[in-house]
Structures are given as C-alpha cells and as structure tokens.
C-alpha cells in the first residue's frame, strides 16, 4: 500500500508552529517532545560510553622506558 503524500515523520522539535506543514495528528505534547528529548540524550549518553570503552579496551600500551642500557 502506497502512500501518495509520501512518509512523514514525527519530530521532537520545541516548536512546531515554524513548521505549518505538520499534520495535527503527527504534532506532540510539550510533555512528550520533553520526554523524548531526554530518552535521546539517555541512548546517545550510553553509546558515547560505549564508544569509550571501546576505545580504551583498543588502547596499546608500552612499557616503561628505564635508562639502562641493553
């Protein structure tokens, strides 16, 4: 099934009203564009935690240089 107007998405904007061309039936509640605001910034919190893991666990260590001769 196609849809002629072609897809739409929901966006977590904190004013909509820039965008006159959002259907009402896709606009959020304050509440829940806040809700979601912070539900992304929890997922992206823990991806850069991730991502910092990763990178520490890639890390190379040397040893310790000592100024004796071999």
């Not at 107007?5 to 509640?29: H, M, N, Y």
């Not at 564009?33 to 991730?50: N, P």
Request: glycine share 2%.
């Amino acid at each position: 099934m196609k849809n002629a107007s072609g897809a739409q998405q929901l966006a977590l904007l904190s004013d909509v009203s820039s965008i006159p061309t959002v259907s009402v039936r896709f606009q959020l509640s304050q509440d829940t564009r806040k809700i979601g605001r912070r539900h992304v910034a929890e997922i992206r919190q823990m991806l850069a935690e991730r991502q910092a893991a990763r990178n520490d666990s890639n890390l190379i260590t040397t040893p310790a240089r000592t100024n004796r001769a071999a």
